[in-house]
């Protein structure tokens, strides 16, 4: 399989390492990721400075550093690296799982969303922060899973969000096919005093509240690895239906 790998931590991130030197061995991989990180900047692209990429090492093979936003590199890639589009696109693995809210925040889920778009299979990868993070059992699962991603045929328009408990992965109770939860923004601000007495503010730890049955957030509570099926087509198609009799004759 013809893999594009990317990330939102940048190229030296040990998600992305672990992930190629797992895949790299039987897929043609192509690794093209931010320079550095870039963390929460959600689907955004470069418009107003140049992109610049750069040919990088790894143990393996070689990749591509780009100086814009996760959705840069993917657009750059398949548009000015390959000739012939990928298989498939993955971005992560993610160090903090990307659920509920936060995903319309995440550069990851930003990568695997401009995938979809442009009409390629792709997937999310993130798993739960903890002292310990399983790079390499959550690189294993991926694996395992491109044997049957296939078969699926996903909709055009469609990416996978996967997220992993922070346990090592060979204690995971399994998967759970989730939604995606609507109860974990983040409104907490974490007000601070520089030197010269002046305020300033840092986000607070992510809003707790009790997770909704079947979402992402639930399933990982568990112990669970979490499989939601995101749609890049976000109309409220009942609500133009509702909005008919404004409809101009």
Known sequence: MKILLTNDDGYNAPGIQALYETLCSHHEIILVAPEREKSAVGHGITLN???????????????????????????????????????????GINPGSNTGVNINYSGTAGAAREAALNGLLSMAVSIE?????????????????????????LPSGTFLNINAPDISLDKARGVKITRQDSNNI????????????????????????????????????????????????????????????????
């Open 49 to 91: 400075e140049p992109i610049r990429i750069y040919k990088i090492h790894l143990n393996s093979g070689e990749g591509y550093s780009i100086t814009g936003t996760p959705a840069d590199c993917v657009k750059l890639a398949l548009f000015k690296l390959y000739t012939t589009p990928p298989d498939l696109v993955i971005a």
């Open 129 to 153: 922060r903890s002292k310990t993070v399983d790079y390499q059992g959550m690189s294993r699962f991926i694996d395992d899973l491109l044997d049957k991603i296939c078969d699926y045929n």
């Open 186 to 249: 983040s409104t907490q601000f974490n007000k601070r005093i520089d030197p010269k007495d002046r305020s300033y503010y840092w986000y607070g730890s992510p809003y707790q509240a009790d997770s909704e049955p079947d979402t992402d957030v639930s399933a990982l509570s568990q112990n669970y690895i979490s499989m939601t099926p995101i749609q890049c087509d976000t109309t409220d198609y009942k609500t133009m239906a509702l909005l008919e009799p404004f409809k101009l004759p």
